[in-house]
């Protein structure tokens, strides 16, 4: 038509043309924006709400874009400091002082988002609850040890002391046996010595004579 049309006929369809063409573009442009759209309302993570921002700066034509890509770019801040956030609370369950110690490093870093400062508090005062908890069973520890020790130290005393008393005691048993040994010798030597005595002056001298062998 083009060809053989006159010229208010070519400029009408030029007009066609270029409302088309340009229909076209604002439907693409629209497209993309809506998928962009899209994307950010499933968007959940940090990095899926940058990825949306992305969409939206590839289709700068559409006027709402840029804001669209800033809401998008606040969000994916937003998830970023509530990983950290819940990083740090799951850490927190271990209960242990390295534990509170590396969620206080999480929450200094994200200052001001929801109840980061106040769980950095709460974590500084489990450190100290349980540092007082291992410097009291220290303590302990160390006080029944000490008891340990005492008694060990009171039952070695007592044995010496008793040993002490034996090695005094059994050299004076040794001592009065002996002289009882000897006393009792000499007794029966006595005897022994005067029955000799008597057979010899009773003049029975074979059997005196035996008697002092």
Same mark, same amino acid.
């Given at each position: 038509?083009?060809?053989?049309?006159?010229?208010?006929?070519?400029?009408?369809?030029?007009?066609?043309?270029?409302?088309?063409?340009?229909?076209? !573009? /604002? &439907? +693409?442009?629209? @497209?993309?924006?809506?998928? %962009? $759209?899209?994307? =950010?309302?499933?968007?959940?993570?940090?990095?899926?709400?940058?990825?949306?921002?992305?969409?939206?700066?590839?289709?700068?034509?559409?006027?709402?874009?840029?804001?669209?890509?800033?809401?998008?770019?606040?969000?994916? !801040? /937003? &998830? +970023?400091?509530? @990983?950290?956030?819940?990083? %740090? $609370?799951?850490? =927190?369950?271990?209960?242990?002082?390295?534990?509170?110690?590396?969620?206080?490093?999480?929450?200094?870093?994200?200052?001001?988002?929801?109840?980061?400062?106040?769980?950095?508090?709460?974590?500084?005062?489990?450190?100290? !609850?349980?540092?007082?908890?291992?410097?009291?069973?220290?303590?302990?520890?160390?006080?029944?040890?000490?008891?340990?020790?005492?008694?060990?130290?009171?039952?070695?005393?007592?044995?010496?002391?008793?040993?002490?008393?034996?090695?005094?005691?059994?050299?004076?048993?040794?001592?009065?046996?002996?002289?009882?040994?000897?006393?009792?010798?000499?007794?029966?030597?006595?005897?022994?010595?005067?029955?000799?005595?008597?057979?010899?002056?009773?003049?029975?001298?074979?059997?005196?004579?035996?008697?002092?062998?």
């Amino acid at each position: 038509v083009l060809r053989f049309a006159d010229e208010q006929l070519k400029t009408t369809l030029a007009g066609y043309v270029a409302y088309i063409i340009d229909r076209n !573009e /604002n &439907a +693409r442009i629209q @497209a993309l924006f809506d998928r %962009a $759209k899209n994307a =950010m309302d499933k968007a959940v993570t940090e990095n899926e709400f940058k990825a949306a921002a992305e969409q939206f700066k590839a289709v700068p034509e559409h006027k709402d874009s840029e804001t669209f890509a800033k809401v998008c770019l606040e969000k994916a !801040e /937003n &998830a +970023r400091k509530d @990983a950290i956030l819940a990083n %740090a $609370k799951a850490i =927190m369950t271990n209960k242990t002082i390295i534990g509170y110690q590396t969620a206080i490093l999480l929450f200094r870093n994200i200052p001001g988002w929801k109840d980061a400062d106040k769980q950095v508090f709460d974590c500084q005062q489990k450190i100290e !609850e349980i540092t007082a908890k291992e410097e009291a069973e220290r303590l302990e520890c160390e006080r029944k040890a000490e008891e340990v020790r005492l008694e060990q130290e009171s039952k070695a005393e007592i044995a010496r002391k008793r040993n002490k008393k034996i090695a005094i005691i059994i050299p004076s048993v040794i001592c009065s046996v002996i002289v009882l040994i000897i006393v009792a010798t000499t007794v029966i030597n006595n005897g022994k010595y005067n029955d000799a005595m008597a057979l010899m002056e009773a003049g029975k001298y074979t059997e005196a004579i035996a008697a002092f062998k």
